[in-house]
């Protein structure tokens, strides 16, 4: 709103400074940047964002594979995590299994299944690399999308804070110069302040 406001220090008037007129020109432009170029900044971010994740889940797709891990057992205890991230669900959702990765090699370890209560002999879908490791599941199209939103409606509303940061730093770097002015016309003008014959 006070952008808004500084457009007002337009109209004509005999007691407007030159301050008030530059005033006006830093909101007015502070205005534009931000009704223009904001949104053209989240667009852009958007969409270079989206381009990359898009191919990084490409890659992790053509990287990663859906094997089928069959359950041997449950672990006898809640195993400890380090990652403090690792939700408790998660880690009571740990079993020991084996699965066959995409070069033939068979493994067993323990991981993480999407079954809600693991028995011995249930299987699962695991996603392992080229050499039958298990990895995260690949990112999704949908899921990189939204990200890529996210990021360009960040960057919009980050691009937009430091237009009006500038434009407040400006203005405040503008005041202060009035200040100063105004402090040093006193000076010269305050020895003869109720002086008789001064013309005050």
Known sequence: MRVIAGLWRWRRNPLRRGTDLAEAWLALAALVLIAVGTPLVGVFTGLLTDDALLRSAKAQREARHAVTATVLQKPPGP???????????????????????????????????????????DRFRVWTDRDGRVVGRPLDPATATAHAALAGLGAALASAGLVEGARRLTLWRMVRGRYARWDRAWDRAGPDWGKTGTGA
Do not use: I, K, Q, Y
């Not at 079993?95 to 990765?101: E, I, K, Y």
């Not at 493994?107 to 002999?121: K, M, T, Y």
């Open 79 to 121: 195993r400890l995590d380090p990652d403090p991230e690792t939700s408790a669900r998660a880690a009571h959702r740990r079993v020991l299994a084996r699965w066959t990765g995409p070069d033939g090699t068979r493994h067993a370890g323990l991981v993480v299944s999407d079954l809600s209560s693991p028995r011995p002999g």
